[in-house]
């Protein structure tokens, strides 16, 4: 029956029926709203070729519509209890692989490989455990694996941080860093009666859609930047960057460099694009080499 699962009535059948209360320490939150649920399927597009990962599928309510319109599932899911519920009720779906681990400690690239075969490009969609939610995300984009998308419902305020544009106070590194490897995109807000159990704090999904050129060997080099800039906010960026050391240069030389890129050496961090930082990342390459 559609919409059964995200229905508060079957999420709680399912849980008494087990004697089982819903671990705040481990962000379980189950959706209750079909539409909602529909939206972030919506944003996934998704065809019949997709492999998709999904993190935390619950009691699945996500699940059941990815395994409809994709190819494989590969979904982790921590929880013992949630998992044995999963396992009982998609024990017959063919195109699903479900694990019982820990998504931070998983082999996401062996278990990828393994499931969808040589050419193993994936899309992730997922409602995330709010607990680590950035550890995910951050896991994902830096582990060089061939994503394609991802959806994520993630707390507004993440999102916030996620979609934030310079010169705001949610503007930083974890801004830059994600928006270094992808285009991110409000899909919309989503209030937090939507769930089961009600969390204290509303939500949004969000899609990330990768960027083709993806420099890793940069990346090094923007993390320092970044970590620079913003770890004292309201120094000027020129006090910041000289935090990087006599190889970088003195001060005379980086505020040439920043007039340069026509940064205004006495500009705080946060106000730099992402592109002026990843100016600033290729001469710190140039310079260490
Ligand atoms: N997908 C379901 C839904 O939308 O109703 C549940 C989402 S709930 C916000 C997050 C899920 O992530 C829970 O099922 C929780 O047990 C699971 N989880 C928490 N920590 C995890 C981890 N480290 N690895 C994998 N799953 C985890």
Known sequence: MPGKTTSITFIKEQLSARNFAPRKSLGQNFLTDENILLKIVAAGDLGKDDVVLEIGPGLGALTEKLLELSKWVVAIEYDRGLFTILHERFDNFSNLVLLNQDVLAT??????????GGDFHFKVLANLPYYITTPIIFQLIESGLPWKGMVFLVQKEVANRLLAGPGTKEYGALTVMLNFYGKTTKIGNVPK????????????????????RQDFVIYPYLHRVVQAA???????ILNALMSLGKSFGDKES?????????????????????????????ELQIRSS
Request: aromatic share 10%; net charge neutral; charged share 25%.
């Open 254 to 282: 980086i505020a040439e460099l920043l007039r340069k890129f026509q940064i205004n050496p006495l500009q705080r961090g946060e106000t730099l694009s992402i592109k002026e930082f990843l100016s600033i990342a290729e």
């Open 193 to 212: 009666t939507v769930f089961y159990p009600i969390p204290q704090v509303d939500s949004t999904i969000i899609r990330i859609d990768p960027y083709e």
């Open 107 to 116: 082999d996401l690239a062996g278990v990828l490989k393994d499931y969808a």
């Open 230 to 236: 913003f770890g004292q906010r309201r120094k000027t």
